[in-house]
């Protein structure tokens, strides 16, 4: 007598669940972990690569108002030392002529004259005097500003050509440069500009009798 065992083959037969259909396999979830981590990571370094961009494009506006503003600093400060070294170019020339004016040497004329022949940045210390000759000590920072004073006084109808300069040396100086101290020499063109000395009071006459 055959036996056919139905149930076996009724359960060979059946269809897979829907559950075991759409079940996760260990290697696609760690397919699916690293994919997650991988896109995370990438708009990480997006987001960090902007922001270093607009961090970036700040700084530049940054730097580009700053310059500017450096440029009219500048700006100001050069128009500030040409104002101050032309009122000390002034004052120099007023104190200088109110400090012969003292010392009597020479007519206001001769005076004014010198002061004129002051080139810029080139300033006078002192000044003196021996009969119709005179020394003139100075100090500038320029060879060229020496030269032209030389020149100016020598282009004076109230000097004697030449003006000699006496002596020059170069002084170093951190600040401003190298410092040009200087002496020359110059002599009224006639001995009438030269200052006469004071004349003495003269005797009382005696008394007639």
């Known amino acids: 007598m055959i036996r056919i065992n139905l149930l076996a083959v009724e359960r060979g037969t059946k269809r897979s669940t829907p559950a075991a259909r759409t079940a996760i396999t260990p290697g696609q979830r760690v397919t699916i972990g690293a994919s997650l981590i991988l896109l995370v990571t990438v708009l990480g370094i997006g987001w960090w690569f902007w922001s270093l961009r607009m961090h970036s ?31 000390a170019q002034l004052q120099q020339r007023v104190t200088l002529i109110e400090q012969l004016r003292k010392g009597q040497l020479g007519p206001v004329h001769l005076l004014d004259e010198v002061s004129k022949s002051i080139p810029d940045r080139l ?52 600040q401003t440069g190298d410092v040009v101290r200087f002496t020359i020499r110059a002599n009224f063109n006639n001995q009438d500009l030269a200052p006469k000395p004071p004349v003495a009071p003269r005797p009382p006459a005696p008394p007639a009798h």
Not at 67 to 85: D, N
């Open 123 to 174: 300033w006078l210390i002192t000044m003196a005097q021996q009969a119709d000759a005179f020394t003139i000590e100075g100090q500038t920072t320029s060879l060229t500003s020496l030269s032209d004073f030389v020149s100016n006084l020598e282009a004076s109808t109230w000097f004697k050509r030449p003006v000699e300069i006496v002596d020059s040396t170069v002084q170093p100086n951190s």
């Open 57 to 87: 494009a700040q700084l530049d506006e940054d730097i580009a108002r700053a310059e500017t503003e450096t440029q009219q600093l500048r700006s100001v400060l050069a128009q500030v030392q040409k104002f101050e070294t032309r009122k």
